[in-house]
């Protein structure tokens, strides 16, 4: 996830390390935290795998404090390209993972783009199966029955009918975004 949010930010533009720390904090925050003994050993086994550089800062003067500036090599282009086409690693994660990718889906191709899409609606759509059908088996288990459970089995199939509420959002979105690249893609214009 750290290594994707990186590459993801020198795709952009060229960066300080103080600043890649910050905004990987506020793209995974506000409740985790990614520390500097975290994130800069990974950004220096980023370097010596040849993904990121470390580059003189032009702007810097000799009174200046001593900032790293990093930037993409052709190598870490490739790896970003890969971590965004990964549909099939950390799937428990995936939502946070897929959230991260949002505002990069501009680097792919339209079409590597609805594929993406196409894919985290099926994980929505599995997901929402999922919990209805979870709700209505715990819903026929204790139909009729006396409650006797240590928990509220009302309570359960609540949540998991909330929860499947927001798959359903989230998958109504995605197709929001799903309509507007295959248009795009369809008038043959770059979608942006």
């Not at 929505?124 to 204790?142: N, P, R």
């Not at 509420?165 to 248009?183: G, H, I, S």
Request: glycine letters at 4%; aromatic letters at 10%.
């Amino acid at each position: 996830m750290y290594e994707l949010i990186i590459l993801s930010l020198l795709m952009r533009l060229n960066r300080p390390g103080y600043q890649i720390a910050k905004i990987t904090n506020s793209k995974i925050g506000p409740w985790a935290k990614v520390s500097n003994g975290t994130l800069y050993p990974m950004m220096s086994k980023m370097a010596q795998a040849g993904l990121i550089e470390r580059v003189a800062d032009p702007d810097q003067t000799q009174d200046d404090r001593n900032h790293t500036i990093y930037t993409i090599t052709p190598a870490g282009r490739q790896r970003f390209h890969e971590l965004m086409m990964d549909t099939s690693s950390n799937l428990g994660d995936y939502q946070k993972i897929f959230r991260l990718k949002i505002p990069s889906l501009n680097y792919l191709a339209p079409r590597e783009r609805l594929y993406l899409l196409n894919h985290y609606l099926n994980y929505c759509q599995a997901s929402i199966l999922f919990l209805q059908t979870e709700a209505e088996t715990m819903a026929q288990k204790f139909r009729g029955k006396e409650d006797t459970s240590p928990y509220s089995p009302e309570l359960a199939i609540d949540l998991m009918q909330h929860q499947a509420r927001q798959w359903q959002a989230e998958y109504d979105w995605t197709m929001k975004l799903r309509a507007e690249v295959a248009a795009q893609l369809e008038a043959g214009t770059p979608a942006q």
